[in-house]
Each structure stands twice: as structure tokens, then as C-alpha cells.
């Protein structure tokens, strides 16, 4: 295969685990999947990027956003990753108690060390959260994420996941979602709001 070639085929390799991830997201937009306790339900022991335990309640007492995702993701991931860190930004003082919680859809490969490294570059505000990938099932299945191993090239290998990111009331539960792209001030409303709500 020849250089321009091999270039156009990885090109239209990452456009259609673009459009894979996009679609993962319409998809849980239009027909969220059931899980025990409403979306979010259920319980499961995880870590957070410092080796630390965390489980379910992690959400409780604070307005959260959550997203799934993977270290080794191409672009949805950095980018909102960086995101996140904008509308922290953007909110300044007013984001007061609200946390952000980064959870690995991809436990073979982001172990809690890996994970405090990558968010690191992001914001102190945000936690990376892994676990033993049954335990990672558990999440990923309470919050219905579409979460698809896609084989690369040997042993590499891509992820196909929902994409936006999640907001969460002080009580865990579930009140809206952040879409991949979102315009900025439009994300920004939606978590002025979630923080209104106290």
C-alpha cells in the first residue's frame, strides 16, 4: 500500500470511529437503555486515579458531570477532556462545589497511574475513575454507554463509546447530557442550571 494510500485509509478509519461515536450518542439520546434504579442505578466498586476506592456514591453531595472514555482515544476524548476544562474556566467561582469524573471505558490499558497522568494535563477538577473491567461493565451498563471494541492494526485496538458528557444533581441522579460539541455558551447554560438547582 502506498504512503497516500495508507493515509486515506486511516483517514476514513477515524471518520467512521467519529461517526461510530456520534452515532452511539443519538443512539442513547433517543432510546436510553434501562438499568436497575433508573440510569445511573445499580453499584459497583471502582478507583479513582490515585488507587483510592470510590463506588457509586462518589456522585452524592455535589453536582457532578461524568463522561466516558479512554486515554488512548484519538479525539473526542482530548477534546472534551478540554471542554470540561473551558466551562470550569468559564464559570469561575460560580462552579463552586462541582466535580467532574473521567471514567475509563478501557480498564486493560488505564490503570489509575495512566489515568492521573492523563487527566492531569486537564484540570485538578477532574477525577479519573478506573477499575477491574467487570467493575468497569457494571458503570459503563448502569449509565448505558455503548461501549465497542474496534481491532486495529496487531494488537491495537479503538473504542467506540457514547460521547457526551452527563450531569448529575447532588443526589447522583441524573439530569441531562452535554452533547459532543456542544457550543460552549449553550454548556455552560445547562450547568448554570444544574447548579441552580442546588
Given amino acids: 500500500m502506498t504512503p497516500a494510500a495508507l493515509r486515506r485509509f486511516r483517514l476514513i478509519l477515524w471518520a467512521l470511529v467519529a461517526i461510530a461515536a456520534i452515532g452511539a450518542t443519538v443512539l442513547f439520546v433517543v432510546a436510553p437503555p434501562k438499568s436497575p434504579g433508573g440510569i445511573g442505578g445499580g ?13 457509586q456514591t462518589m456522585f452524592n453531595g455535589h453536582p457532578s458531570m461524568l463522561f466516558f472514555g479512554y486515554t488512548h482515544c484519538p479525539d473526542v476524548c482530548p477534546t472534551t477532556m478540554a471542554e470540561m476544562a473551558a466551562w470550569f474556566e468559564a464559570l469561575g467561582a460560580e462552579a463552586g462545589d462541582l466535580r467532574a469524573y473521567f ?57 467506540n463509546h457514547t460521547a457526551s458528557v452527563f450531569l448529575l444533581n447532588k443526589q447522583g441522579g441524573f439530569e441531562g447530557t452535554i452533547a ?13 442550571k444544574l447548579l441552580a438547582k442546588g
Avoid: C, H, M
Avoid at 453499584?43 to 476506592?53: C, F, K, T, V
Avoid at 495512566?114 to 461493565?137: F, H, K, N, Q
Avoid at 459532543?180 to 448554570?192: F, H, L, P
Fill in 180 to 192: 459532543y460539541g456542544e457550543n460552549v455558551s449553550t454548556a455552560v447554560d445547562k450547568i448554570r
Fill in 43 to 55: 453499584s459497583y466498586a471502582l478507583l479513582d486515579q490515585r488507587g483510592n476506592p470510590v463506588d
Fill in 103 to 159: 471514567v475509563s471505558v478501557d480498564p486493560t490499558r488505564d490503570t489509575p497511574e495512566v489515568l492521573g497522568d492523563y487527566v492531569a494535563w486537564v484540570s485538578d477538577r477532574i477525577t479519573g475513575i478506573t477499575g477491574t473491567p467487570e467493575e468497569v461493565d457494571k458503570i459503563v451498563r448502569a449509565w448505558g454507554i455503548v461501549a465497542e471494541k474496534v481491532p486495529g492494526a496487531g494488537d491495537d485496538y479503538t473504542i
